[in-house]
């Protein structure tokens, strides 16, 4: 089975099962509402792990889109760029928020603190970034990372999920931890409607098993 429930978080084996997952759940569940970007469909709240992520996923590779899964694989030799979907991981003053999190986990292993806000005071109101939060903590002594989403649309989410996964396999190697499985949670999850011909063409050419 390509994903399972366990007090309402769904858990997928890899990206590409993920995203159509969460497609899936958008596509039956959503209503017709409005974003800054225009009038979109949008799905109520979701809770989500997966597994494994990779810029190689077969399902991301054969529907996704292909030009943003290079640029962003590239991206990865690039640290410092920023843009909407890569977190601001420095604080106010260039404070180092990742490398605060690895010194207090080292500190107090079982602690539910190691959490970071994305938003930075003095932000433009119309403009915070869609992700929100990143939390960190270790059980069953692996390092599990969840990242909060205000908004996304879950079209191309994946070309966020998967750097978030680079994020968490660093705090992981930095405490010398196996990394657990990304969680995220997206409070409003969306499709635009100048979309909707593409994402029922994804979902139409994928049986149903792939998704949640």
Request: net charge neutral; with cysteine; aromatic share 6%.
């Given at each position: 089975m390509a994903?399972?429930?366990?007090?309402?978080?769904?858990?997928?084996?890899?990206c590409g099962q993920a995203w159509i997952g969460v497609l899936r759940h958008v596509w039956t569940a959503g209503v017709a509402g409005m974003d800054d970007c225009g009038p979109i469909i949008e799905g109520p709240p979701?809770?989500?792990?997966?597994?494994?992520?990779?810029?190689?996923?077969?399902?991301?590779?054969?529907?996704?889109?292909?030009?943003?899964?290079?640029?962003?694989?590239?991206?990865?030799?690039?640290?410092?760029?920023?843009?909407?979907?890569?977190?601001?991981?420095?604080?106010?003053?260039?404070?180092?928020?990742?490398?605060?999190?690895?010194?207090?986990?080292?500190?107090?292993?079982?602690?539910?603190?190691?959490?970071?806000?994305?938003?930075?005071?003095?932000?433009?109101?119309?403009?915070?970034?869609?992700?929100?939060?990143?939390s960190f903590r270790i059980r069953d002594y692996r390092l599990i990372m969840t990242g909060m989403f205000r908004s996304q649309n879950v079209f191309k989410g994946y070309l966020t999920y998967i750097p978030l996964r680079a994020v968490q396999l660093g705090v992981a190697e930095e405490l010398g931890l196996p990394s657990g499985p990304l969680r995220v949670f997206v409070d409003v999850p969306h499709v635009r409607v100048a979309d909707v011909e593409r994402v029922?063409?994804?979902?139409?050419?994928?049986?149903?098993?792939s998704a949640a």
């Open positions: 994903a399972g429930r366990e007090h309402d978080v769904r858990r997928f084996e890899t979701v809770l989500f792990e997966v597994a494994s992520l990779t810029w190689e996923d077969p399902l991301l590779r054969e529907h996704g889109d292909r030009v943003g899964l290079v640029r962003r694989a590239q991206e990865r030799t690039r640290p410092d760029t920023r843009g909407v979907d890569r977190p601001a991981l420095r604080g106010p003053g260039g404070a180092d928020q990742l490398a605060w999190v690895v010194d207090l986990l080292r500190a107090r292993p079982w602690t539910t603190s190691a959490w970071i806000s994305l938003v930075l005071p003095g932000e433009p109101a119309e403009g915070p970034p869609c992700l929100t939060a990143l029922a063409s994804v979902l139409t050419a994928l049986p149903a098993p």
